[in-house]
């Protein structure tokens, strides 16, 4: 089955999930060619969740003993340059598959895809993996402000209704959302060692504290004097919204990424919790409301809509 993608004219349905040919293409050449490394981390999420946020997080966690606050990478650096996608979509993934073999270890990549589809290199390594999660009003309705700015040429841009109707019958590139969300949180709950779920709310509200968790789920804890010299507080301020945005490379740089080349600042719009509310009649509200208890029910997993 194929179907109008958001920001493809079509995803076709692979092994459950809605995907843009050339992911499909690539996904297979991975799975004969890429090889992944015990100490590799995977930032995984589905789109429009806080990606860029916890890989500019990641980078810095991994990395704070090298780089001091005057020359850090992400001041001069995209997260998604510094924690790169898999997939290319387009472009030769050989090519890419070689670049990933010379990044030095530990090597930090980032991907959307679904959990039962990541290579099986990755899942047979036991490498980590990081998952953020988002509450579904607020996916949408950033989802939907970023697929109508990024302009794809030929592809009509969606109302909010048609949209909606899409995100609710799970169509959307990675979709159905649900599916996502429940194949990378039931592995969790499954191997707490390996997959870390991670949710925007809970980073939105204490930032510092799951800072912490992350580095010691990636094993690099910060030590007594480092706490309390401040360097958790410091990676929190240096990945934050107020300040990504406001840095040069946020603000005026491009990136070849995934779809097409866009503007780094589309990565960064509002970064609140509960920005839906603004945009949800209560008959949305009804019904995403609705598909949430139906998935959801008896996960163990629950969404904070508001601040
Ligand atoms: P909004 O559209 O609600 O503002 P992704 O990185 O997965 O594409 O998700 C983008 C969302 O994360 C956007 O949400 C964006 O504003 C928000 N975001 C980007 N950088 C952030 C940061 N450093 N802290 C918090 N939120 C951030």
């Known amino acids: 089955p194929k179907e109008r993608g958001w920001s493809f004219p079509y995803v076709y349905l692979f092994e459950h999930f809605w995907c843009p040919s050339p992911l499909i293409r690539e996904r297979n050449i991975f799975q004969k060619h890429f090889q992944a490394k015990q100490s590799d981390v995977l ?6 969740s806080g990606t860029t946020w916890l890989k500019a997080l990641t980078f810095a966690i991994v990395n704070h003993k090298n780089f001091s606050k005057e020359n850090h990478p ?19 993934i ?24 990541l290579p099986r290199s990755i899942l047979e390594s036991h490498c980590r993996i990081i998952y953020i999660c988002r509450n579904p009003f607020d996916t949408f309705i950033s989802s939907w402000a970023f697929f109508n700015k990024i302009k794809v040429e030929h592809l009509p841009t969606l109302t909010k209704e048609e949209a909606f109707e899409m995100f609710c019958n799970g169509v959307i590139e990675f979709g159905p959302w649900w599916s996502h969300i429940l194949g990378y949180w039931n592995e969790s709950v499954a191997r707490p060692n390996t997959v870390l779920f991670l949710k925007y709310e809970d980073l939105k509200e204490d930032v510092n504290f799951q800072v912490k968790r992350v580095a010691e789920f990636l094993g690099c804890p910060f030590t007594e004097e480092e706490e309390s010299n401040g360097v958790i507080e410091s990676i929190a301020k240096l990945c934050s919204f107020e300040e990504m945005k406001d840095m040069e490379v946020n603000k005026s740089g ?20 509960g920005d ?4 949800f ?8 409301s609705k598909i949430i208890e139906e998935k959801f029910s008896g996960s163990g997993l629950s969404f904070k809509m508001h601040y």
């Open 281 to 288: 009649s209560p008959s949305m509200v009804e019904k995403l």
């Open 94 to 117: 050989h090519d890419q598959i070689l670049q990933l073999s010379y990044m030095p270890e530990p090597r930090l990549f980032g991907t959307h895809i679904p959990f039962p589809s």
């Open 254 to 273: 491009t990136i070849n990424f995934e779809i097409k080349r866009f503007e780094n600042k589309l990565f960064f719009r509002k970064a609140e919790t």
């Open 276 to 279: 839906w509310v603004n945009h």
């Open 74 to 92: 992400l001041l001069t650096s995209n997260p998604h340059q510094l924690v790169p996608p898999l997939y290319t979509f387009r472009g030769n």
């Open 43 to 48: 930032v995984t999420s589905f789109p429009k």
